[in-house]
């Protein structure tokens, strides 16, 4: 059977947030989303239109983590993520349950408010930030006993090239 790369990842994606589903409660906000709340400033005008599947619900903790930062959220339900991740040039080995667009910028996947913050204070000449997968802890897939994996968002650069931009111990 011959599948296309991107027909692939839909279909993977869509396995994945099926298990992850249950694991994606939105869980009541931590000290983190208390201090990106603080630190918000400037950027709580900055709209976020976030491109989700309407069954998601760690992307609507994701939102919910946004909003808390003061950004004001717009979340559009897509039934077609795959095309919606071409249309915006994430890389599917990038990939994450919802995509972002910002200031100019696309955000993939769990991003921390505080890493978006930065984005837009320093307005570097990229494409935007990814956080591929669903890291345990990350915002809006925080765990019931507290657990968090570390992880790293990347920063995107117009020609597709990644770049640690800040690791989250």
């Known amino acids: ?99 972002a667009e910002v200031g100019g910028y696309v955000l993939e996947g769990h991003v921390p408010a505080a890493d978006v913050q930065r984005l837009l204070r320093e307005k570097p000449a990229a494409r935007g930030l990814v956080l591929p997968g669903m890291p345990v802890g990350s915002p809006g897939m925080e765990s019931p006993d507290g657990r968090r994996d570390a992880f790293t968002v990347a920063l995107l650069g117009k020609d597709g090239t990644l770049q640690p931009y800040a690791r989250h111990p």
């Not at 005008?45 to 069954?55: F, G, I, L, P, Y």
């Not at 979340?75 to 919606?84: F, I, L, N, Q, T």
Request: aromatic fraction near 4%.
């Open 1 to 99: 059977m011959n599948v296309s790369p991107y027909r692939m990842a839909s279909l993977l994606l869509a396995i994945a947030s099926t298990f992850a589903i249950s694991a994606c409660e939105a869980a009541p906000p931590q000290a983190a989303d208390r201090q990106a709340a603080s630190a918000h400033g400037a950027h709580a005008a900055q709209v976020v239109h976030v491109h989700k599947d309407a069954n998601c619900g760690c992307c609507n903790g994701w939102i919910a983590h946004m909003r808390a930062a003061g950004f004001t959220v717009m979340a559009h339900d897509s039934a077609d993520m795959v095309a919606v991740k071409q249309r915006l040039g994430i890389p599917l080995s990038q990939a994450s349950c919802h995509t």
